[in-house]
């Protein structure tokens, strides 16, 4: 756990969040600020700054199964979702600790912003 990470914080549940599924490697829980009717991070359990500095490739896998995990008991399954990792300063990362966005619930315009 790194000290002054918000998600290892949130891991540790030093910092309350609204918690949607778990399992012994990743937690999702909602965005705070949320982007869509349903907008849940997932996040691994152990401090990886981004997905370019992930090196644990079942790690990084749980972290996506966990995402359709949610979708999917959030009922989103058949009118589709998105997941989203934003890595570093171009794509307006925020949080030094690997999230992956699952936004869903309205239409989701492509190109991205
Ligand atoms: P990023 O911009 O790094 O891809 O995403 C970071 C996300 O974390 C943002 O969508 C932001 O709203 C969310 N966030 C920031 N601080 C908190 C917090 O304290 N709790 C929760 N649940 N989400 C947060
Ligand atoms: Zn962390």
């Known amino acids: 756990m790194s000290e002054?990470?918000?998600f290892c914080r949130i891991v540790a549940g030093e910092i309350p969040a609204?918690?949607?599924?778990?399992?012994?490697?990743?937690?999702?829980f909602r965005d705070v600020a949320p982007q869509a009717p349903l907008?849940?991070?997932?996040?691994?359990?152990a401090h990886v700054a981004s997905l370019s500095a992930?090196?644990?490739?079942a790690?990084?896998?749980?972290?996506a199964m966990l995402a359709a995990q949610?979708?999917?008991?959030a009922g989103y399954a058949e009118r589709g979702f998105r997941t989203v990792v934003n890595d570093g300063p171009d794509a307006g990362q925020t949080v030094s600790h690997l999230h992956m966005h699952v936004l869903a619930g309205?239409?989701?315009a492509w190109p991205p912003g």
Do not use: S
Request: net charge negative; with cysteine.
């Open 4 to 6: 002054t990470c918000l």
């Open 18 to 28: 609204q918690i949607v599924a778990q399992n012994d490697q990743c937690i999702a």
């Open 39 to 45: 907008h849940v991070l997932v996040v691994p359990r």
């Open 54 to 57: 992930g090196e644990d490739a």
């Open 59 to 63: 790690m990084i896998g749980a972290v």
């Open 70 to 73: 949610v979708a999917r008991d």
């Open 106 to 108: 309205r239409p989701l």
